[in-house]
């Protein structure tokens, strides 16, 4: 079984508005997973001061993008904001909600999860809506209604929030998506002829986890294209071998049909329309792109869009930003003062 302590932290941070804990969870979920990859996990909280309500405090799950992870929300960085002291002023301003906030931990050996259970890589959708929801609930006063319960994020941590609500309308009903993985064929499958002569060059798997023991792998100009497609093959076509079934023929470029097929089932413009009714239960989403994504999530989020109307209507927003990829962590306050409505 797993267990869960709250510890409180350091003050590191001057946050007028919150408390620093961090909850610790041992994932049974994760025990065992073929990466190595510890079942012992760090979770920073933001817990708000004051007197909490009766009803106990709304949650808000904030999911990292990929080779991003939870406690990074509280590094400085130089010319960049501070995540936590930027919510903070956003919450004494009355632009956030006064809500637990959750970072949640969910790296792994190859840079991310995506939140999904992956026989190569451990069950991170299962220690999220399991483990980690039990703990929060245990260990912290929190609302008991889905309304109130929001999971949020950007790039693979607005994908994993997409996939995370859509299997638990029960835990999360509120969405926050932004530029999330999306419409494969435009932001996926170009990475992975990039990223597959140079995998082989490199001596595959093995050879590429030498250069990251070695220390020169980051080293490469091409390092995050090759990590990525590894890290995504790993998520969505392999097994627990780490074995990845790739869709590209190597010496011809073409598209393995049957390869692909396994690839895009898991493909949030395939998985969402199949779930529509547990999206039907949502009581809110927001999803937000901006219009030069380097990945070409703009055209995935707008067919998202169109996928997500027609169980949720008016209940779903979207917007578009004048921006890059790069620059989705600045939508973040945006996303903040959106929900100040809705986790009530």
């Not at 956003?90 to 906030?101: D, F, H, L, N, R």
């Not at 259970?117 to 299962?126: E, F, H, Q, V």
């Not at 590894?230 to 590209?248: K, Q, V």
């Not at 049957?258 to 089932?265: A, C, G, I, N, Q």
């Amino acid at each position: 079984m797993e267990s869960a302590s709250l510890k409180p932290e350091l003050a590191i941070h001057e946050l007028v508005s919150f408390d620093v804990a961090t909850l610790i969870v041992e994932s049974r979920a994760l025990a065992g997973n073929p990466c190595g990859d510890p079942s012992r996990r760090r979770n920073p909280v933001l817990v708000p001061k004051g007197v909490r309500p009766s009803s106990g405090w709304p949650v808000v799950l904030m999911l990292s993008g990929f080779t991003g992870n939870g406690p990074s929300a509280f590094y400085k960085k130089a010319f960049e904001s501070v995540t936590v002291e930027t919510l903070d002023r956003c919450v004494s301003i009355g632009e956030a909600p006064k809500a637990i906030y959750v970072f949640c931990d969910a790296m792994t050996a190859w840079g991310g999860s995506q939140y999904v259970d992956s026989a190569a890589l451990g069950n991170y959708a299962t220690y999220v809506a399991r483990d980690l929801v039990a703990a929060i609930r245990t260990q912290l006063p929190t609302a008991k209604e889905p309304s109130r319960w929001c999971v949020m994020g950007g790039s693979s941590g607005g994908y994993g929030a997409l996939h995370l609500a859509s299997l638990h309308p029960e835990i999360f009903g509120c969405v926050v998506a932004i530029a999330p993985d999306s419409f494969f064929e435009a932001s996926l499958l170009g990475e992975i002829r990039t990223a597959l002569p140079i995998y082989e060059k490199l001596g595959g798997l093995l050879g590429v986890r030498a250069e990251i023991a070695a220390g020169r792998f980051t080293k490469r100009k091409d390092w995050h294209v090759v990590l990525n497609a590894i890290a995504m093959g790993l998520c969505y076509a392999a097994d627990a071998s780490g074995e990845i079934d790739w869709p590209i023929d190597p010496r011809t470029g073409e598209v393995i049909a049957s390869s692909w097929r396994r690839w895009v089932e898991h493909d949030s413009l395939v998985f969402l329309p199949k779930r529509a009714d547990a999206v039907a239960k949502w009581k809110a989403c927001l999803l937000d792109v901006g219009t030069r994504d380097q990945f070409h999530l703009q055209y995935g989020t707008r067919q998202l869009v169109d996928i997500l109307k027609k169980p949720l209507g008016d209940r779903l927003e979207f917007s578009e930003f004048d921006g890059t990829h790069f620059e989705i962590g600045e939508r973040r306050p945006e996303a903040w003062k959106w929900l100040t409505t809705k986790l009530i």
